[in-house]
């Protein structure tokens, strides 16, 4: 049991806000599939702005890895910026997409 809570501390969350031309290109679909390669749990969804949000949970190697992911996303986005901030971390391990907020 001990485990599992040490396990949990080592864990971060971060909530990401994307903008630049990241809907209608397949950035959540491709932040989905990365997320499941490097073990990340969270969310990602549209928002009505025209940006994405997203909140990655995880070991802080795979957090960083996660990030430096959406920095760039997928081959047709262009991202212009990512606003990062601390977040508290979801129950679960699954990354899943969100409807439109």
Avoid: K
Avoid at 48 to 73: F, K, M, S, Y
């Amino acid at each position: 049991m001990a485990a599992a809570g040490a396990e949990g501390m080592n864990r971060q969350a971060r909530l990401l806000r994307v903008h630049g031309l990241v809907q209608g290109v397949g950035y959540r679909e491709a932040m989905r599939r990365e997320a499941e390669r490097l073990a990340v749990g969270g969310w990602v969804r549209n928002r009505r702005d025209g940006t994405v949000e997203a909140l990655v949970c995880g070991r802080p190697e795979q957090v960083n890895r996660i990030l430096a992911w959406a920095q760039r996303g997928p081959r047709l986005a262009m991202v212009e910026r990512v606003v990062v901030s601390d977040a508290d971390a979801p129950a679960g391990s699954a990354f899943e997409i969100l409807p439109t907020a």
